[in-house]
């Protein structure tokens, strides 16, 4: 069975800074595209960064300068590196495989940013 847990979200005022991880178990995280994800109240999932096997990274508009995806295999996480962060930033921050997310997703982590 195929675990996603995510962590390192919190509060945090505009400006700063937060370290998202996403421990993955049950697959082999080396030889799959990985991505994270956000919904906010009200709004559909969207797809902030992703990761591929080989390490080139995309991001969504609204991340780029600004967020850094990068993963440790050895370790089987994934992390997101979140600067500058904005209260649209504001949301519940998953990690899943891309394009292809698993079905079953973990909880997430609450990443809250106040003006």
């Known amino acids: 069975q195929v675990q996603l847990v995510e962590s390192g979200g919190g509060l945090v005022q505009a400006g700063g800074s937060l370290r998202l991880s996403c421990a993955v178990s049950?697959?082999?995280?080396?030889?799959?595209?990985m991505g994270w994800y956000r919904q906010a109240p009200g709004k559909q999932r969207e797809l902030v960064a992703h990761?591929?096997?080989?390490?080139?990274?995309n991001y969504a508009d609204s991340a780029k300068g600004r967020f850094t995806i990068s993963r440790d295999n050895f370790k089987n996480t994934v992390y997101l590196q979140m600067n500058s962060l904005k209260p649209e930033d504001t949301a519940v921050y998953y990690c899943?495989?891309?394009?292809?997310?698993?079905?079953?997703w973990g909880q997430g982590t609450q990443v809250t940013v106040s003006s």
């Open positions: 899943n495989v891309h394009e292809y997310p698993f079905r079953s």
């Open positions: 049950g697959m082999s995280l080396s030889i799959h595209a």
């Open positions: 990761i591929t096997s080989g390490g080139s990274t």
